[in-house]
């Protein structure tokens, strides 16, 4: 019967497994990095061209 877990005597087998989590979780925060930059972009651009718009929704209000 094969185990549902494999925990090895060796240790140094868990290297691989730590420096593919490092690249993945330093991928994710790059990721993450660039979307929030884009979106603030995106944001201003919006404020820029809707300014008027908003200044009057919020005389209205």
Known sequence: ??????????KSEY???VITL???IIAAVVALYFFLKHSKKQEEK????Y??????QNKSN
């Open 1 to 10: 019967m094969m185990p549902f877990l494999y925990f090895p005597e060796d």
């Open 15 to 17: 290297i691989p497994a």
């Open 22 to 24: 490092a690249i993945f």
């Open 46 to 49: 919006f404020n820029r061209e």
């Open 51 to 56: 300014q008027q718009k908003l200044e009057e």
